[in-house]
Nanobody, 116 residues
Framework: QVQLVQSGGGLVQPGGSLRLSCVYS????????MGWYRQAPGKQRELVAVITSGGGTNYADSVKGRFTISRDNAKNTVSLQMNSLKPEDTAVYHC??????????WGQGTQVTVSS
């Protein structure tokens, strides 16, 4: 019932910035947390950032100080602002909703490539 549609991503140079957004639709009840994951080839999927229903945020150490997760409840949107991008940030990024019933809803994913 809940669906996610992502936008953003692309190719940027090291030190550049990108903003990813994810719009969710369907039932608005029971969302426990919203987050962004990424997965690079040959690596495990990594939780990059999460924002809870109460507004608290957590970040992976590798992106702390560079990435910011935010939400716009009026627009049913969760975003990830990525600054000071590094080549190691290259990955497919997925937004995710964790529901109160412990189910997860995933966005379709988008490629972020950081290269000179």
């Amino acid at each position: 019932q809940v669906q996610l549609v992502q936008s953003g991503g692309g190719l940027v140079q090291p030190g550049g910035s990108l903003r990813l957004s994810c719009v969710y639709s369907g039932s608005m009840f029971g969302i426990y947390a919203m987050g962004w994951y990424r997965q690079a080839p040959g690596k495990q999927r990594e939780l990059v950032a999460v924002i809870t229903s109460g507004g608290g945020t957590n970040y992976a150490d590798s992106v702390k100080g560079r990435f910011t997760i935010s939400r716009d409840n009026a627009k049913n949107t969760v975003s990830l602002q990525m600054n000071s991008l590094k080549p190691e940030d290259t990955a497919v990024y997925h937004c995710n909703l964790r529901l109160s019933n412990n189910n997860n809803v995933w966005g379709q994913g988008t490629q972020v490539t950081v290269s000179s």
